[in-house]
């Protein structure tokens, strides 16, 4: 599976990457959270994955091996819930740009004064 | 000591109060403080002067790293308090009436209070990193002071150019003084002065050393930085004099004076300071010829006599040592004194043009005594202290004969721009028929005139007791110069000798250079290639290209097109990510390489075909259900392979993310095509760069092992110490509590950011 992992992480940036440089604002945030799995899928991956337990401890304390790192699922969970924060303004500021803006394109949106 | 150093930053908070409610009076009251300080210093005349001996006190401030407010006072630094205090209680009187018509009369005492105490901290510290923040405060000030009249544009240009060369100086002295005291193992000067013979022969002394001068030169505008100093003159007055003359440009020549003991005596370091200091000495002098301002004439002979001093150090012979702090003394209190005059003359008459100033010394009877009293002193004519000094230091460069008659020959040729710039600038204005300038001349309050002439009778009381104070001082100190107490004794007269034939015949050169201005200008003015050979034309140079240079790298790289941002970002990081990659060499990669399980095919299809689907889309819906499917895919990852916390997360967070972006995007029309096939092709290498650059580096992190000590860590610790059972839970609100904390306040600052975006009105604030 770890072939099949990385061979996904680096699709999954190349789409993040080419959607980022895209005109589009939408595509730009849906870029941005292709990168945000990418980025994820690659924590996972290289905190090394286990095919077995989850790191639960049974009700005396004791743990059934194999099970998983706990820490990079940490790291990831955070990343998760900050990647929604960013999404959800960059979503908005979106719908508002547009509503100001009238316009997708980003280039349309590059002046800050108005005409 | 330390409240003697560091009271002024205290005053200062004083400053704004007083401007307040008695602004009238602020410079009066402002100046009991250097008066204050001067009755300190000269309280240490007992011990430093009549005793000999010197005074360390020491109080800890960054104990490990060995920085401490350590102050020093001997001969040396006695002479640098006393000239700052006493030329400070003038200036701040002066100022007082001189700018009584400025709104910032009370920021502008500020500044010089801070300035004064960075100097005294400067002067006394005996910690090279504490005297190199001090150091830098007077560079500060000195920039704030400069730039004063700030709605000026030059007196803005003046400022940063000070500013950025004594910056810049600061920065190779700041190295110095590192490798110093890594050499040494010591961070304090007094130290430092016993360890000549380890720091001489250490294979770091040379760019030591010279780093250190690059520093001192700097600050004290010797050539070629020599050119920020005449532009300073955009200064007002009362700073010119306290600042550019009497005391900061004096700090290089200070720690070269201090640092000689440490590392001088080579020929490195004397051949560089003797040199650099004639060669300032004389092309000043002569750059002067063509000046017609008051303050820019006396600019140049200020470089004139640094060069001087500076020179006198690289000598260091007893008798020039001798010479350079009787110079020192004499200089500073004629040239503040001329300083304050020109600026009475431009005050009162609202010129400072030397070709329209003449016959004032019936309007202006006092000024014009001040002026020539100085005057006399800086062309060295007895009895004042001005003669003193340039007779020892023509003793000094005529003993000195390692390079034949050279130097003499130098100081001789300096010291007579020097009456020449005297006789222009301290008798004309005054002598002559009288013409007409732009205000109506008037004689000038006691608070103006006081000051000047205090020291300038100073000059003269110094001259004819010289013997006894100035010889005591120079006798019976530790002068901190050099290791030993000099025994020279200091004259005032000491019959007909060779010095004083030479300083006959310099005053006389130099009326008759001032007699046959008009024709030599002439001859002068043919000669405009001098403009382009001097530094100050480099200096333009090389400031305007790097402002080109910084424009056109905006250009490129701040083009306010978000995706070049991002392409340089991937492009960079591929370039400096991928050379790293291959200097890694051969891997062995086979531990990757194993036959996945059906479901794992099939997800893996799944997502590949999804973020095709993503990409190609040609409707936002598309892609929005095409993103939702590759993130539920990972989450179906997370499940496989025990992490159900993840799991829960993704999908919870996937299905809040596509409802909010379909309500967001429903309504809007479709997709527009923006870009042409080129640009996509060209964007989908550089992103397939990237993206190849990530997998090779999972790769590699992959076939090297990897030993998590944490692991273990948190299974055995979980319950034990947090008393939960699931831990990634436990680590997140107990192990790591504080970067769970830090998420909140994230999504926190996220939410309030949206909730303003949508309560924000169109033209709300136009309302």
């Given amino acids: 599976m770890n072939l099949l992992l990385v061979i996904i992480i680096g699709l999954l940036y190349t789409a993040g990457l080419y959607m980022m440089m895209r005109r589009s604002f939408v595509k730009v945030i849906i870029g941005l959270i292709l990168l945000s799995h990418a980025a994820n899928m690659l924590i996972f991956t290289v905190g090394r994955i286990t095919k077995g337990n989850p790191a639960f401890l049974n009700k005396d304390g004791a743990i059934f091996e194999p099970f998983s790192d706990p820490l990079p699922q940490a790291l990831i969970l955070t990343a998760i819930v900050i990647g929604f924060g960013v999404q959800a303004f960059a979503i908005v500021l979106f719908k508002r740009a547009y509503q100001t803006a009238g316009t997708d394109d980003l280039d349309e949106m590059k002046k800050t004064d108005e005409d | ?767």
């Fill in chain 2, 1 to 767: 000591m330390l409240f003697a150093a560091l009271s002024g930053f205290i005053f200062v908070l004083l400053i704004p109060i007083i401007n307040k409610y008695a602004k009238n009076s602020v410079g009066w009251i402002a100046s009991i403080f250097p008066l204050a300080l001067t009755v300190y210093f000269i309280s240490f005349y007992t011990n430093v002067i009549d005793k000999g001996n010197s005074i360390l006190e020491s109080t800890s401030w960054v104990p490990s790293l060995g920085i401490n407010l350590s102050f020093y006072l001997d001969g040396l630094s006695l002479t640098f308090s006393l000239i700052i205090t006493v030329v400070g209680f003038v200036v701040f009187l002066y100022a007082g009436s001189y700018m009584k018509n400025y709104d910032s009369l009370g920021k502008f005492y500020i500044y010089i209070i801070l300035f004064m105490s960075s100097m005294i901290g400067l002067v006394l510290s005996d910690n090279i990193i504490t005297m190199f923040v001090f150091w830098e405060l007077t560079s500060i000030t000195s920039y704030l002071l400069i730039g004063f009249n700030h709605e000026k544009e030059t007196a803005r240009n003046s400022a940063l150019q000070a500013l950025l060369i004594t910056g810049g100086g600061g920065l190779a002295l700041l190295a110095g003084l590192i490798i110093l005291s890594g050499i040494s193992g010591s961070m304090s000067i007094s130290s430092l002065a016993s360890m000549n013979d380890i720091l001489t022969e250490h294979r770091l002394y040379a760019p030591a050393a010279l780093l250190i001068l690059i520093g001192a030169f700097t600050k004290s505008a010797q050539f070629p930085f020599h050119f920020w100093l005449p532009n300073a003159m955009e200064a007002p007055t009362p700073v010119s004099a306290y600042l550019h003359s009497a005391t900061m440009v004096k700090a290089g020549i200070y720690l070269i004076a201090r640092m000689n003991p440490s590392l001088g005596g080579t020929e490195l370091w004397n051949y560089t300071i003797m040199f650099v200091g004639a060669v300032t000495m004389l092309f000043t002098a002569v750059l002067s010829f063509k000046q017609t301002d008051l303050k820019k004439l006396l600019a140049y002979s200020t470089l004139s006599v640094l060069g001087t001093l500076t020179m006198l150090i690289g000598i260091g012979s007893d008798l020039a040592i001798k010479a350079f702090m009787i110079y020192l003394i004499a200089h500073a209190l004629y040239k503040a004194t001329l300083f304050l005059t020109a600026g009475m003359i431009d005050h009162s008459t609202g010129t400072r043009n030397i070709e329209e100033l003449q016959g004032l010394r019936k309007v202006m009877p006092i000024t014009a005594a001040i002026a020539i009293l100085a005057s006399l002193s800086k062309m060295g004519i007895i009895p004042l202290i001005g003669f003193v000094g340039k007779e020892t230091v023509y003793a000094a460069t005529i003993e000195y004969t390692n390079f034949g008659f050279l130097f003499i020959t130098l100081a001789i040729a300096a010291n007579i721009f020097v009456v020449y710039i005297t006789m222009t600038v301290g008798f004309k204005p005054f002598f002559g028929k009288f013409r007409k300038t732009p205000k109506t001349p008037h004689e000038l309050p006691f608070r103006m005139w006081f000051g000047p002439m205090l020291l300038a009778f100073g000059g003269l009381t110094l001259g004819i007791f010289s013997s006894f104070i100035i010889g005591k001082l120079i006798n019976n100190t530790e002068l901190g110069i050099i290791t030993a107490k000099l025994n020279i004794p200091v004259k005032l007269w000491h019959g007909f000798t060779l010095e004083l034939m030479l300083s006959f015949i310099t005053v006389l050169l130099g009326i008759l250079l001032f007699w046959k201005r008009n024709q030599l200008l002439k001859y002068v003015d043919n000669i405009s290639f001098i403009d382009e050979i001097t530094p100050s034309y480099h200096y333009q140079k090389l400031f305007n290209g790097t402002l080109k240079l910084a424009k056109l790298q905006s250009r490129i790289l701040q083009n306010g097109f978000l995706r070049y941002y991002i392409m340089v970002i991937i492009i960079s990081t591929i370039i400096l990510g991928g050379t790293t990659l291959f200097s890694l060499g051969e891997m062995d990669y086979t531990g990757i390489i194993e036959m996945p399980g059906f479901e794992e095919i099939i997800i893996a299809i799944v997502m590949m075909t999804a973020t095709y689907m993503t990409v190609r889309a040609k409707t936002r819906l598309a892609a929005i259900v095409a993103v939702g499917v590759i993130g539920y895919s990972i989450a179906l990852i997370y499940i496989m392979y025990g992490a159900p916390d993840l799991a829960m997360t993704q999908f919870a967070i996937e299905t809040l993310t596509v409802i909010l972006f379909v309500l967001v995007i429903y309504r809007l029309p479709g997709y527009l095509p923006f870009s042409s096939t080129a640009r996509r092709i060209r964007d989908f290498i550089i992103a397939g760069a990237g993206g190849l650059l990530m997998s090779l580096i999972s790769i590699i992190i992959l076939s090297n092992p990897l030993s998590s000590e944490l692991k273990n860590y948190f299974a055995k610790n979980s319950y034990a110490i947090a008393k939960g059972k699931n831990i990634v839970n436990v680590i997140l609100v107990d192990f790591r509590a504080l970067d769970t904390m830090g998420e909140i306040t994230v999504l926190a600052v996220a939410a309030i950011g949206v909730f303003a975006l949508l309560k924000l009105r169109k033209g709300a604030d136009e309302k």
